[in-house]
């Protein structure tokens, strides 16, 4: 049979490029040999056929419609002959369509879309079957206006393509309403453990409040302290965290907690009152033995650092490490303006020495802090680095930027005033003749 096979495959080959005439007797037989022989393979080489025969002779086409009367054949024959509900009809016929089958079926739903404007409302009764063959092809032709009877359409399609399709919708922005509410449903019984991170990454593709029905009542515990901060219930969040961390034996899970906890009070804590701020890291430094430094000292903001170490840190670890990153972190800020003194006395020094003159001296004198302009002020004296004193008072020896005061003073007579030279006795006008070029001309 194979055999056979691979020759009708051949010859309808040779047909369908033009290499064999369309002899009436070849064609019968190879009517006859696929009529009596069902399959994919058989089918195809009967459409090859039925192709050679719409582009030679057209008229002959429709009355070859009962020839071979199998869905996949006849699905194919009115989509060439424009008949579109009839084509859709007849390929949900087909008992087992293979992927092949699928690919070209959605081609050819694709195409007549991008150029029939009623194409998709045409495609509206068999959509949810659409969905079961191929989701995500079937959300790229899924309409706006199919919003209000979404529920409708996904009640009829298996829960893994449903989950597919609404993926798919989530991924082109298009999931809301009624679809994301049965899309995270899904999600929370296939898949609880993504739930909290499609929630986070995709804010406002349903309402915090069904949210949070939702996880509460299939039970997605992880994912219930994000819809708590979403609808505005930060103790509640939190307390759910804490809840968490109690009930996780393994370490690196409740290393995340409390890392995902002081998070939460971090973000809540300049959105509300200071005292609510206080109460919330207050209870989360009570809950747990170990909060990571740089998060904890943002707790010194809303509680003094007295009641942080006594009355919040119930560990002798957590008291120790607040202790030690306020003291971290006053060493870095002492630093951090020592360098940055000195790097803005060093970028004046280079202007000067760039400039190759010293710039007015305005502002205070250095050494008693009054205006170096002030009245009765006999003289002002200039420093190192634009710093200027009066002359009555003291010269530091050394300025801040590490370089050495001279001792001795130099006092500079005034300069003479500039005076305008004397204009020229006569209004002579030198022109020089013009110069010849290469070739002697002028």
């Known amino acids: 049979m194979d055999s056979k096979m691979e020759i009708l495959e051949f010859i309808t080959g040779q047909l369908s490029m033009g290499s064999l005439p369309l002899d009436h007797e ?11 022989n069902e399959g994919e393979r058989s089918d195809r080489a009967w459409l090859a056929v039925l192709a050679r025969v719409r582009c030679a002779a057209p008229a002959r086409a429709a009355p070859a419609r009962a020839a071979v009367p199998r869905p996949r054949v006849l699905w194919r024959l009115d989509a060439m002959l424009d008949q579109y509900e009839d084509a859709i009809r007849q390929f949900f016929n087909i008992p087992n369509p293979s992927t092949r089958d699928i690919d070209e079926f959605f081609e050819y739903l694709g195409s007549k879309v991008e150029t029939d404007t009623d194409a998709r409302d045409r495609i509206r009764p068999f959509f949810p079957a659409l969905v079961d063959l191929q989701p995500r092809s ?8 199919w919003c209000d ?14 989950l597919d399709f609404c993926e798919s919708l989530l991924e082109s922005g298009r999931l809301r309403d009624e679809a994301a509410t049965i899309y995270l449903k899904d999600l929370s019984v296939s898949r609880p453990k993504d739930v909290k991170s499609i929630l986070v990454k995709n804010q406002g593709i349903i309402r915090p409040e069904d949210a949070l029905r939702i996880v509460r009542e299939v039970g997605v515990k992880d994912a219930e302290p994000a819809c708590l901060e979403a609808t505005g219930d930060q103790a509640g969040a939190l307390e759910a965290l804490l809840g968490l961390i109690a009930s996780t034996d393994d370490e690196e899970d409740r290393t995340e907690l409390i890392n995902e ?40 903001q809303y509680l003094p650092l007295e009641e942080l170490v006594v009355r919040s ?17 006053r060493a870095a800020w002492r630093g951090a303006a020592a360098v940055a003194r000195r790097e803005a006395h060093e970028a004046l ?50 300025c801040a930027c590490g370089r050495r005061a001279p001792a001795d003073a130099l006092a500079l007579a005034p300069a003479p005033p500039r005076r305008d030279p004397p204009p020229a006795p006569h209004d002579l006008l030198l022109l020089a003749p013009p110069r010849p070029d290469l070739e002697g001309v002028v």
């Open 349 to 398: 020094a280079r202007a000067l020495v760039a400039a190759r003159r010293a710039l007015a001296v305005r502002g205070a004198c250095g050494g008693c802090g009054r205006a170096l302009a002030a009245p009765g002020v006999a003289g002002v004296r200039t420093a190192h680095c634009a710093r200027a004193f009066h002359t009555d008072c003291a010269v530091e020896a050394t």
């Open 138 to 145: 079937a959300a790229a032709m899924f309409s706006e206006s």
């Open 149 to 162: 009877s979404v529920a409708s359409i996904l009640k009829l399609v298996r829960v893994n393509k449903r």
């Open 313 to 329: 840190c119930r560990s002798v670890a957590v008291a120790g490490a607040v202790v030690r990153g306020g003291a971290a972190r």
């Open 26 to 36: 070849l064609i019968n037989n190879i009517q006859e040999f696929v009529a009596s």
């Open 261 to 300: 906890a002081s998070s939460l009070c971090l973000r809540v804590g300049p959105t509300v009152p200071a005292e609510v701020a206080a109460e919330l890291w207050t209870r989360l430094l009570r809950s747990v033995a170990a909060v990571p430094p740089a998060l904890l000292f943002e707790a010194i």
